[in-house]
C-alpha cells in the first residue's frame, strides 16, 4: 500500500508534492489579465473546468487575503494590492540591478576598484550585483553569496537604516558574545550603527578581510528608505584624504546618490 500512491501519481499525471490548493489560487491569478481585468465567480469556474462552490472557497480566501478585490455590484473580481505585494520584492530588486548596474561599471572604470551591491536578507547581505576590478583579487564576493551584514560595510550601512528594536528582533536568537562568523555581538553591533548612522560614507579597512579596504554608501527608493547599499573595495589600503573629502568617498557617494534619484528618492530621508 505504502507504494501505490507513487504510481498512481504517475498514472495520473500529477505530483504528489505539489498542494492543490495552492494550485489553484495561484492559476486563479494567472486568469487576469489587461485584455480581462475583471471576471465573475462563473468565468473563473469555467476557465479551471471546476464547479462555482468550489471555486468560491478559492476566491473568497484570495479576498480575505487581498488578492483579489471584489465588485458587489457588478459581482466581478480584479486583482488587488496584495498581488503587488508579493511581488514587490522581486520587482524592486530587478528594478535596482538595472538601473545600478552601468553606474557601478562607470565607478569601477573611475577608480579601478571594484563595486559590488546588495540588500538585506535576515542578518546577511545577499549580493545581487558585482562589477569587479581587472585585478580579481580585489573582488571575493560573487553575486547570490551571503555574508554576515555586522562584518561588511554594505551590512552596516544596511543596518543603519533599521531602528534599534528592528536589529535587536533580528538578531535576538543569538546567545550574548557568541556572534556568527567575524564581528561583532548584538550590544557591539547597535554601538556600531550609532556612528555608522552619522557617516555618509562607511568605511572598513582590513575588518573582515585581511590587506582589503571597502567603503559603502546606501540606495534609497522614492520613500527614502535604504533598499540596497553599493561599496567599493581594494587591496590597498587608501589614503587618509580618499577616506573623507577625496576621490573614493566623493565618487561613491556620488554614484549612491544618482541611483537612490533614478529611483524616485528626492533626498527627504524616511521617518525612523
Sequence with gaps: MKQAAPEIAEQDGTDRYLVPGLMRGLNVLKLFSPERPNLSLRDIADALGVTRSAAFRTVYTLVETGCLLHDERLQTYALGPGVLRLTYGYVATREIVEIAQPELERLRDRTGWSAHMGVLEGTSVLYVLRAPARDAGTSIVQVGS?????????????????????????FR????????????????????????????????????????????????DLTGRVVAAINLTSAQAPRPEQRTSGAISEDLLATAQRISRMLGYDGTAAQA
Excluded: M, N, Y
Excluded at 160 to 167: G, K, M
Excluded at 192 to 217: I, T, Y
Design 146 to 170: 551571503r555574508l554576515p551584514a555586522r562584518s561588511i560595510t554594505l551590512g552596516r550601512v544596511l543596518l543603519a537604516d533599521l531602528a534599534d528594536a528592528e536589529i535587536i528582533e533580528r
Design 173 to 220: 536568537s543569538e546567545r550574548p558574545g557568541a556572534a556568527k562568523g567575524k564581528g561583532p555581538s548584538l550590544p557591539g553591533i547597535l554601538d556600531q550603527v550609532k556612528g555608522d548612522r552619522k557617516a555618509e560614507v562607511v568605511w572598513h579597512l582590513g575588518d573582515f578581510e585581511a590587506g582589503v579596504a571597502s567603503a559603502a554608501a546606501p540606495i534609497r
